[in-house]
């Protein structure tokens, strides 16, 4: 079923007023490039347009806000968590999704929760929120535009190049990096291996 308008449009103005152009401009970008795949891929195109335009809609929440939100929905932040509490903006995403504007899809909030780090099993809408957050049009690196027209061909490569990008990322500017994204990329890779895509 078609995402509602009314209720799409609430979600643009909610995000306008709650992150800086630039944000916003990102998670438009985001929204554009997550469709374009999904139709592409033959991934569910409205799942896609939600996940994407919510994705980051707890990226500008100060670090106590996000634990304290955490908190409040029961979830425990893990030490990683608890040192960058940014870890938990995707986490924090279902739950302004399902308060503000009443989404209840699990597959949707999976992919927020593991848009950044990725995760040791990544379905196809997550596979795709991951990549788009990456390459999404107004990122100014050109790792970005390579992946995309990876992506196009072959959805999965791609996040494994992610993975890996920022993996380096995070590393040489010598921040730890959370188990997840090395749970992501360790059971990606042996996935593929296995597949003989290695
Ligand atoms: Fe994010
Ligand atoms: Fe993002």
């Known amino acids: 079923m078609a995402n509602d308008p009314d209720q799409i449009e609430r979600i643009e103005t909610y995000l306008r007023e709650q992150l800086s152009p630039a944000r916003y401009r990102h998670v438009?970008?985001?929204?554009?490039?997550a469709v374009a795949l999904a139709k592409q891929h033959g991934i569910d195109a409205d799942q896609s347009e939600l996940a994407a335009l919510l994705h980051d809609c707890a990226k500008e929440c100060t670090g106590d806000e996000l634990l304290s939100m955490a908190r409040r929905n029961g979830l425990e932040a893990d030490e990683y968590e608890q040192q960058t509490p940014g870890l938990l903006h995707g986490k924090m995403a279902p739950f302004i999704a399902a308060e503000q504007f009443g989404v209840d899809d699990e597959i949707v909030f999976e992919a927020m929760r593991c848009h950044s780090t990725g995760a040791a099993e990544m379905g196809p809408l997550d596979q795709l929120l991951f990549v788009a957050d990456f390459c999404e049009p107004n990122r100014p690196y050109t790792a970005a535009l390579d992946v995309l027209e990876l992506a196009e061909r072959d959805l999965e490569a791609a996040v494994l190049d992610v993975m890996q990008f920022k993996?380096?990322?995070?590393?040489?500017?010598?921040?730890?990096?959370?188990?997840?994204?090395f749970h992501a990329y360790n059971a990606l890779l042996n996935k593929r291996r296995r597949a003989g895509n290695g």
């Open 28 to 33: 438009i970008g985001v929204r554009e490039t």
């Open 167 to 181: 993996l380096r990322k995070t590393m040489l500017k010598k921040q730890p990096v959370h188990p997840d994204s």
